[in-house]
Nanobody
């Protein structure tokens, strides 16, 4: 079992930045694909970004390309999501998740964090 704990959410004005962190325990972090997802009220959970175990491959949703950057530090069992130029449309609960194979589909992720709220005011 892998336990994931997110941190770094909060309230920020439009145009501002936040950095989310997700620290894993209980598994071999360096073997997992790590993903960030978000869910806004009344909407389905959607992929934001993903990173392969070695960080060789990354994926970004079109809505965040050029603004968000995913990275990982396998020595610290931590994945990050740097979010710049935030917009009110980015407001959501952000979740990190771990998968054994490459995917951006929520159903294919095996372990999930509890989520962290990001609110962007206009």
């Amino acid at each position: 079992q892998v336990q994931l704990v997110e941190s770094g959410g909060g309230l920020v004005q439009a145009g501002g930045s936040l950095r989310l962190s997700c620290t894993a325990s209980g598994g071999t972090f360096s073997s997992y694909v790590m993903g960030w997802f978000r869910q806004a009220p009344g909407k389905e959970r959607e992929s934001v970004s993903a990173i392969s175990p070695s960080a060789y491959s990354t994926h970004y949703a079109d809505s965040v390309k050029g603004r968000f950057t995913i990275s990982r530090d396998n020595a610290k069992n931590t994945v990050y999501l740097q979010m710049n130029s935030l917009k009110p449309a980015d407001t959501a609960v952000y979740y990190c998740a771990a998968a054994r194979t490459w995917s951006v589909t929520p159903a294919e992720y095996d372990f999930w964090g509890q989520g962290t709220q990001v609110t962007v005011s206009s």
